[in-house]
């Protein structure tokens, strides 16, 4: 999707501490023939590498997360896109002792496991539950061309910003801000609102369109919406990596912040 990336930049930087601590992970991925060993293993990485992260944040899918991707038409990817986004809020910063094995199991699968010591870098803190934001999206399954809102329900005044993760892009698109923008500019609530604002629909909408260079057979994609909220302003760039937008969130004390994932999907045209 190339909704929009209309940025204003915040106003101050905040960066803090982290902690560390060092866990034992490990990940499988069950693969048929047509798959190469070497992917599976990248596979069965990524997962260890979130159950790294999971053990010290404690951060898990959603059952939502988890109906959406058995519900949609691309099961394998939603559910490696999902896993691979438990990761924001905690950084690895080193990996020891790797090891990689892969078994026979039925028929022709066969199994990667991968497992290591991973060393997990967190914010300092505790999460303060009474500092929270509903999010609410006008639709989980969008077709071309259609229209996404998003509702924001703050418990107390605070910062925020809209992310949108691409999956099948590269580099710094994988992640662009979207919200506020040079239409919106509030970027501090303390009342519901809608992205886009009344005022700002006036301007400017927000259209999902099915992304160019997909393999044929695939009827749907899936994208997704972080919404950081903070007590104060926190400067970030318009766009990232995942890894570098990781990085960026897990500075943020996790009593100051609240991070709010919403996935949906985007069904080709014609379907």
């Known amino acids: 999707m190339k909704a929009l990336a209309l940025i204003l930049a915040a106003s101050c930087i905040a960066a803090f501490p982290a902690r560390a601590e060092w866990v034992q ?64 809020g ?16 039925m028929e022709a699968y066969r199994k990667c496991t ?12 505790k999460p303060d539950p009474g500092f929270d934001v509903g999010v609410t999206l006008n639709n989980t399954v969008y077709r071309n061309n259609e229209a996404l809102t998003v509702t924001l329900k703050p418990s107390q005044p605070m910062t925020v910003q809209v992310f949108q993760w691409l999956p ?26 809608t992205i886009p604002s009344d005022a700002g629909a006036k301007r400017y909408d927000l259209k999902l369109s099915f992304p160019a260079g997909q393999p044929g057979g695939r009827k749907m ?34 009593g100051d912040r609240r991070i709010v994932r919403k996935g949906y999907n985007i069904v080709r045209g014609g379907e």
């Open 221 to 254: 994609v899936d994208e997704y919406l972080m919404v950081v909220a903070t007590r104060k302003p926190v400067a970030f760039r318009d766009s990232y990596t995942l890894d570098d937008f990781n990085r960026m969130v897990a500075e943020i004390p996790l």
């Open 168 to 193: 099948y892009e590269k580099g710094d698109a994988q992640v662009s801000r979207i919200f506020p923008n040079v239409f919106d500019t509030l970027a501090r609530i303390d009342k519901p609102v």
């Open 114 to 125: 991968v497992s290591f010591s991973a060393d997990v870098y967190v914010a300092e803190g």
């Open 90 to 105: 905690g950084e690895i910063r080193s990996i020891r002792d790797r090891k990689a094995e892969t078994t026979v199991e």
């Open 25 to 88: 992970a490990s990940g499988s991925y069950m693969f048929p023939p047509v798959m190469t060993e070497a992917e599976a293993c990248q596979q069965a990485e990524e997962r260890a590498r979130a159950d790294a992260v999971r053990q010290v944040t404690g951060e898990t899918l959603s059952s939502e997360e988890t109906f959406r991707c058995t519900d949609q038409g691309n099961e394998a990817d939603c559910a490696r896109n999902a896993t691979v986004w438990t990761m924001v």
